[in-house]
């Protein structure tokens, strides 16, 4: 199995501020025939299901603010939010499909400080 | 409006059975990989089962094989998983989710029906 990793376990950081969370994935997820990475953000707020923000590494979800950004190859990848906003709070989880089972991170708590 | 509705949560003693559903309205399931995700109180999602389009291919969590069995109803647009042998451990929200094409990512997603396995 795929074992994926998220740093920090919980962040806070001041509106405006930019948020960065890390993924790192225990084997690659990039395959190599079409070149993609088979890892997806999501964002859960309480009480509510996941909601996707960011495919294939790098690729934001239509409606998605342009804040939110993905980006890493292979094994190491990174969510950012440019400039915290107060609807940002939430938990956040990378997730690989790369190969069943599908796993995900332990996910990462964000907070404003 | 889009959306997938899952049922047939509740409270279960360890050993029984419960079966829950995912209906879409709105979207069709027809076509595409189908997939159930839990989430146990407070902690991170955990992918269980998914099934291919035309329900001729199954795949399932260690924890849960040869206990759960996932299907589907094109005709009636609804997902299925029976859950036989339930323990404690079982005990979490149990979100169903549509994928598109044999691995991508979870999109959309139910609101989730919870599922409590106690004496």
């Known amino acids: 199995d795929i074992v994926m990793t998220q740093s920090p376990d919980s962040l806070a950081v001041s509106l405006g501020e930019r948020a960065t969370i890390n993924c790192k994935s225990s084997q690659s997820v990039l395959y190599s025939p079409n070149n993609k990475n088979y890892l997806a953000w999501y964002q859960q707020k309480p009480g509510q299901p996941p909601k996707l923000l960011i495919y294939w590494a790098s690729t934001r979800e239509s409606g998605v603010p342009d804040r939110f950004g993905g980006s890493g190859s292979g094994t190491d990848f990174t969510l950012t939010i440019s400039s915290l906003q107060a609807e940002d709070v939430a938990v956040y989880y990378c997730q690989q499909y790369y190969s069943t089972p599908y796993t995900f991170g332990q996910g990462t708590r964000l907070e404003i400080k | ?119």
Not at chain 2, 33 to 55: E, F, T, Y
Not at chain 2, 57 to 83: C, E, P
Not at chain 2, 87 to 93: H, K, L, M, P, S
């Open chain 2, 1 to 119: 409006e889009v959306q997938l509705v899952e049922s047939g949560g509740g409270l279960v003693q360890p050993g029984g059975s419960l079966r829950l559903s995912c209906a879409a309205s709105g979207l069709t399931i027809s076509g595409y990989w189908m997939h159930w995700v839990r989430q146990a109180p407070g902690k991170g999602l955990v992918w269980v089962s998914r099934i291919n389009s035309d329900g001729t291919t199954t795949t399932y969590a260690d924890s849960v094989k040869g206990r759960f069995t996932i299907s589907r109803d094109n005709a009636k647009n609804t997902l299925y998983l029976q859950m036989n042998s339930l323990r404690a451990e079982d005990t979490a929200v149990y979100y169903c989710a549509r994928v598109y094409g044999d691995y991508g990512w979870f999109d959309p997603w139910g609101q989730g029906t919870l599922v409590t396995v106690s004496s």
